[in-house]
């Protein structure tokens, strides 16, 4: 299996200055983890954007739906912003014959008690068990990608 892992931002990437307040989006964190985890496949990490997914809009999920669809591989992992991983999901629904997940993290992959490196982990599984469509791998499940919501208060996604 060869993974085509595609970064948008968000908080999975996110280097804070202060405390927690002002922010840039860092170099993509996913081959280093992938690394951490001594994975048995082949990757390409590409950073498609480096925004907060609040800040991407018509024109950015048009230039992620044209990578993710012309893209020769099979299996499309997409390094999002949680906020607005849903509607990046809605908009790669066309796309057929290709297996879509999308993963982020509600803390920065850089932070010691951050979800990224679990999230990574159960995206890649969905990966390898998921029939073609686009997928939510989020807080230990793997939604279909229109059964799913954040749930802000509690600080995790679940179906709906």
Known sequence: MFV???TTGGTFDKVYFDALSEYKIGEPMAAELLEQGRVGFNYSVESLLKKDSLDLDDDD???IHERVANCPHEHILIIHGTDTMTVTAAALAD??????VLTGAMQPARFRDSDALFNLGLAVGALNICQPGVWIAMSGRVFPADGVRKNRMAGRFEAH
């Open 4 to 6: 085509q892992i595609f």
């Open 61 to 63: 999920r048009t230039l």
């Open 95 to 100: 796309i057929e014959h290709k297996v879509i």
